[in-house]
C-alpha cells in the first residue's frame, strides 16, 4: 500500500459534522449584512506580490515573514492573498468601481499566512471581509459596528468587547513616531530583541508586543491620543458619540495599532475571552490613503474582517442551537420494482414538499437492514416499499421516534400524511 499524503500543518478540512455551524455563521452574516445594503463580490485568492507589499507595508510580520508567494511558470510574483481588503481595493480600481461613488462592498473565503499555529490560528483561515468606500464622516465607523452589534446578537455571541482607537493623519503619526523612538531609545535595554528590531523600521508596532518585560516599557511610553491632529480628535470624537447613542459599549485602547500598516485614525478590535490567546474575533479600521497608494483617486475607505474560524469555536462555546439537518424521511426499497419505483415517489415527495429532506436508501438489503439505517440516520419517518406496495402504489408509512404502528398508505395521500407528521 502506498503511504498516505498528510495535510499542511496549519490548514484545516472542515469536515460534514462541522459544515452546519459555517452554513449557520454564514446565513446569518449574509442576511445582516444585506440588511445594511452590503454587496457581494467575489475576487481571486491570488493577486501579485507587489499588491500585497504595497498595501500591507514591507515591515510588517505579514509580508516580511508569513506569505505564500511563488512564482508561475511565465516567472510572475504571485501570492496567496493574506488578507482581502488589497484585493478589495485592487478590484474595485480595475472595474472603475470606486471613483467619486459610495460603494458597500464584501466578500468571503480563505487568507494564508504563515504564521505558527495554535488554537485559533491557522495557515489557512477563513475570513468574511466587509469594506466601505467613499464615506468620510465618523458616522460610518459608528455604523459598521453597530451592525456588528446587532449580528453577534443575531448569531448568539454578545459577550464581546469592542475595543477602538485611533492612529490620527500619516502627518500626526509621523511626529508621534517621532517621540515614541525617542521613549524606546532611552529605555532600550529593557525591550526584547523583536521590539528592538522593530524600533527603527515600525516602532508603533511596540506597543502591542505581548512580551511581559516590553509591556512595562510601554506603560510609560507618551499616549497617542494626546499627539492627534485636530480634524483627527474631532472625528474620534464623532465616532465616540454615535456609539454612545447607540448604546455600544466600547474601551478606548490606546495600545491598538494593528498591524497593517494602512490605517488611518479609526481602528477597532471586538475581543472575547473565552477563545485563549487568539482573543480577537473581528478587527478592521479606517484606511483613507490605500486607494490613492494603489493609484486611484483619494477615496476615503473603512472596513474590518472577521474570523470565522475563531467566531464558529465561539459559537460552539457558547452552544449556539443548531437547526436540525437530519432527513425528514427514509425510504426504504425492497425488489427490483420497488427500487425503480421508489425512485418516482421519491420525486414525487420533493416536488410536492419544498425543503423535505428525503434520503434513500440506496445500500441494498432486506428490510431489517434497512430500517436499521432508517433509524440511525436520525429521519423521522421511514417510507418502506416492497414490490407489492409499488405494484399497488402504496407504501408503508413507518414512524421512527415513537410507538406509532406502521400504516399503509396511498402514494396520493403520502405527501399531506408527511406534512401533517413533519409540522
Ligand atoms: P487582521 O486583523 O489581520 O485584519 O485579520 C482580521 C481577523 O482575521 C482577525 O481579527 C482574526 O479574527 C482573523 N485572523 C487573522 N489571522 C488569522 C489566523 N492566522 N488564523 C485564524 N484567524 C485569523 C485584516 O485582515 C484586515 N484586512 C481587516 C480589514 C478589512 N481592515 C479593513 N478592512
Known amino acids: 500500500m502506498s503511504e498516505l499524503i498528510q495535510p499542511i500543518r496549519g490548514m484545516n478540512d472542515i469536515l460534514p459534522d462541522a459544515t452546519p455551524r459555517w452554513q449557520q455563521l454564514e446565513s446569518v452574516t449574509r442576511a445582516v449584512l444585506t440588511a445594511y445594503g452590503y454587496r457581494e463580490m467575489r475576487v481571486p485568492i491570488v493577486e501579485k506580490t507587489e499588491l500585497f507589499a504595497r498595501s500591507i507595508g514591507e515591515v510588517t510580520d505579514i509580508v516580511e515573514k508569513e506569505m505564500y508567494s511563488f512564482e508561475d511558470r511565465n516567472g510572475e ?9 488589497a484585493g478589495m481595493v485592487r478590484a474595485g480600481l480595475s472595474n472603475g468601481l470606486l471613483h467619486n461613488q459610495v460603494q458597500r462592498l464584501w466578500c468571503l473565503g480563505p487568507m494564508f499566512r504563515h504564521e ?3 488554537k485559533g490560528r491557522y495557515r489557512q ?19 459598521l459596528n453597530i451592525m456588528l452589534a446587532r449580528l453577534w446578537k443575531a448569531l448568539g455571541v454578545e459577550a464581546l468587547e469592542l475595543q477602538i482607537n485611533t492612529l490620527g493623519t500619516p502627518a500626526s503619526r509621523k511626529e508621534y513616531r517621532k517621540l515614541l523612538l525617542e521613549y524606546f531609545r532611552r529605555h532600550l535595554d529593557a525591550l526584547d530583541a523583536d521590539s528592538r528590531r522593530r524600533l527603527e523600521t515600525n516602532p508603533l508596532r511596540i506597543l502591542d508586543s505581548k512580551v511581559p518585560e516590553t509591556r512595562a516599557v510601554v506603560e510609560g511610553a507618551p499616549n497617542l491620543l494626546e499627539h492627534l491632529d485636530a480634524e483627527s480628535a474631532a472625528h474620534f470624537a464623532g465616532f465616540k458619540k454615535f456609539l454612545d447613542d447607540a448604546g455600544i459599549r466600547y474601551r478606548v485602547n490606546p495600545r491598538l495599532v494593528r498591524g497593517l500598516d494602512y490605517y488611518t485614525r479609526t481602528v477597532f478590535e471586538w475581543v472575547t475571552t473565552r477563545l485563549g490567546a487568539q482573543d480577537a474575533v473581528c478587527s478592521g479600521g479606517r484606511y483613507d490613503g490605500l486607494v490613492e497608494h494603489l493609484g486611484g483617486k483619494p477615496t476615503p475607505a473603512i472596513g474590518f474582517a472577521m474570523g470565522m474560524e475563531r467566531l464558529v469555536a465561539l459559537m460552539e462555546d457558547v452552544q449556539v442551537p443548531l437547526p436540525d439537518s437530519s432527513p425528514h424521511a427514509y425510504l426504504v426499497r425492497v425488489g427490483a420494482e420497488a427500487e425503480r419505483a421508489g425512485f418516482k415517489l421519491a420525486e414525487q415527495l420533493r416536488s410536492a414538499l419544498p425543503g423535505l429532506r428525503l434520503l434513500t436508501d440506496c445500500s441494498g438489503g432486506d428490510f431489517g437492514k434497512q430500517l436499521k439505517r432508517a433509524d440511525k440516520s436520525g429521519a423521522r419517518v421511514a417510507l418502506v416499499l416492497g414490490d ?7 407504501v408503508g408509512f413507518k414512524p421512527l421516534r415513537n410507538t406509532t404502528e406502521q400504516v399503509n398508505i396511498s402514494w396520493e395521500q403520502a405527501a399531506a400524511r408527511l406534512a401533517a407528521w413533519l409540522e
Open 77 to 85: 510574483h504571485l501570492t496567496l492573498r493574506p488578507e482581502a481588503t
Open 125 to 143: 483561515f477563513h475570513q468574511v471581509d466587509v469594506e466601505a468606500y467613499g464615506l468620510a464622516g465618523p458616522d460610518i465607523d459608528a455604523e
Open 116 to 118: 505558527r499555529p495554535q
Open 388 to 394: 407489492n406496495e409499488a405494484r399497488n402504489q402504496q
